[in-house]
Antibody, heavy 125, light 105 residues
Framework: QVQLQESGPGLVKPSETLSLTCTVSGGSISSYYWSWIRQPPGKGLEWIGYIYYSGSTNYNPSLKSRVTISVDTSKNQFSLKLSSVTAADTAVYYC???????????????????WGKGTTVTVSS | EIVLTQSPGTLSLSPGERATLSCRASQSVSSSYLAWYQQKPGQAPRLLIYGASSRATGIPDRFSGSGSGTDFTLTISRLEPEDFAVYYCQQWAGTFGQGTKLEIK
């Protein structure tokens, strides 16, 4: 059974770079898309971006200038970097596996079926 | 960017009642990309429905999804105590709706 675990500093100073890693256990990182999502305190979910195991990426346009997602298949990990952080980036950060499911006629379902427990990152001096 | 608007913001119902949650998109969304998630306090979201109407593994059949184009619905036929939570719709690789909080009346 695939499990995901986020790790990284819980406190980041303003203007610095937030760095998180998601470790995939119980399965291979290959042949899947992997995603980052965040949730500010008391607010809703915000999709940050995804990466395919081969390295192709897609980011939320509102964060694109500050986000980098990378993958290390040898370690079964993928990572998030968010630069120039402010207090508005304080949130619980989740990583998730993206399942793709062929349903015929060239069509695929895409959905996030396995989630990590989340890690809280606070931006403060 | 497609905006997903969920309604109502809060829904107050009693166990045993039927819940109908709406997700409306600002422009047409492929049904194959529309998913619903449930989130309880202090927990990660859990996938309920994908492809607008397919239940995820292990999800009880009291949960059902429907819709196409710009209007999607999550229905819970008979509420159980454990169903009171926040529900989000999402278009794959896009925004989430703002959520509907389902609370006990």
């Amino acid at each position: 059974q695939v499990q995901l675990q986020e790790s990284g500093p819980g406190l980041v100073k303003p203007s610095e770079t937030l760095s998180l890693t998601c470790t995939v256990s119980g399965g291979s990182i290959s042949s899947y898309y992997w995603s980052w999502i965040r949730q500010p305190p008391g607010k809703g979910l915000e999709w940050i971006g995804y990466i395919y195991y081969s390295g192709s990426t897609n980011y939320n346009p509102s964060l694109k200038s500050r986000v980098t997602i990378s993958v290390d298949t040898s370690k079964n990990q993928f990572s998030l970097k968010l630069s120039s952080v402010t207090a508005a980036d304080t949130a619980v950060y989740y990583c998730a596996r993206v399942a793709t499911h062929y349903y015929g006629s060239g069509g695929y379902y895409y959905y996030m079926d396995v989630w990590g427990k989340g890690t809280t990152v606070t931006v403060s001096s | 960017e497609i905006v997903l608007t969920q309604s109502p913001g809060t829904l107050s119902l009693s166990p045993g009642e039927r819940a109908t949650l709406s997700c409306r998109a600002s422009q047409s969304v492929s049904s194959s990309y529309l998913a619903w998630y449930q989130q309880k306090p202090g927990q990660a979201p859990r996938l309920l429905i994908y492809g607008a109407s397919s239940r995820a593994t292990g999800i009880p059949d009291r949960f059902s999804g429907s819709g196409s184009g710009t209007d999607f619905t999550l229905t819970i036929s008979r509420l159980e105590p454990e169903d009171f939570a926040v529900y989000y719709c999402q278009q794959w690789a896009g925004t989430f709706g703002q959520g509907t909080k389902l609370e006990i009346k």
